[in-house]
């Protein structure tokens, strides 16, 4: 992700369902582009359905950055990660929301709806959009991720 996106596609399960609605009020309010992919409630599902669904969006490039809730933010984490060329990063705090872009040109923001409050991941979710990622030496560290990437085949 270069510059500050375009397109943010969300998703959460049933515990990171109302911080996600917030989220998505928030992103609206910067001017950029929000799709919800689920979950449309707070009914229990299974939330690597829809981890997956928006790592998708972010391994196939038909979004520039997405954001995941759920109830640690944990479960939400491991999956996104499973994707060719998705690096999600758990945004506990404001350094690592900085960090995760900066340094790590992180793609997916992941929160936990039971960890933290709407407010403090807005302000780390801003942070993370706004944030650029800096290059030059974090390069080849990227480069070495997709190293193993493609030696693990994915």
Known sequence: ????????????????????????EVVAGMKIEAEDLGAHGTSSVDYPDYAEAVAKRISNGTADVGVLVCGTGIGMDITANKFPGVRAALLYDDTTARCARMHNDANIAVFGGRTMTPQDAARRMRVFLEEPYEGERHNARLDKIRAIEKKNGK
């Open 1 to 24: 992700m270069s510059g500050n996106p375009r397109r943010v596609v969300f998703g959460s399960d049933h515990a990171g369902y109302e911080m996600k609605r917030f989220l998505i």
